[in-house]
Nanobody
Framework: VQLQAFGGGSVQAGGFLRLSCAASGRTLSRHSMAWFRQAPGKEREFVAV?????????RYADSVQGRFTISRDNAKNTVYLQMNSLKFEDTALYYC???????????????????WGQGTLVTVSS
């Protein structure tokens, strides 16, 4: 299983970016997919999760609620993170992740996930 995250870059505060996570070896629609991020000197934190098709739903960290949107294109086997109204504190390395197991709720802990992309850097200047 390989996850490749891309789309990061440098943007001014208030701007937007769209991150993509392309997968091989798994059909993403059958799995919960999440984005996490890690800022310099900080622990990795949950950003957003989208559940597998059929169960539906997504959940966001409070810090990004209303600004970020996670979505999935099943035909492209790709998950996206649309990030609007970016803030300086959104600066981090962003990772996508895939969970093998299925649960009734939303998985928001990094240990819930089995496969990780390599990370893509988002830098927001104030």
């Amino acid at each position: 299983v390989q996850l490749q995250a891309f789309g990061g870059g440098s943007v001014q505060a208030g701007g937007f970016l769209r991150l993509s996570c392309a997968a091989s070896g798994r059909t993403l629609s059958r799995h919960s997919m999440a984005w996490f991020r890690q800022a310099p000197g900080k622990e990795r934190e949950f950003v957003a999760v989208i559940r597998r098709s059929g169960t539906g739903g997504s959940r966001y960290a409070d810090s990004v609620q209303g600004r970020f949107t996670i979505s999935r294109d099943n035909a492209k086997n790709t998950v996206y993170l649309q990030m609007n109204s970016l803030k300086f504190e959104d600066t981090a390395l962003y990772y996508c992740a895939l969970a093998e197991r299925h649960v009734a709720g939303f998985m928001v802990r990094s240990y819930d996930y089995d496969y990780w992309g390599q990370g893509t850097l988002v830098t927001v200047s104030s």
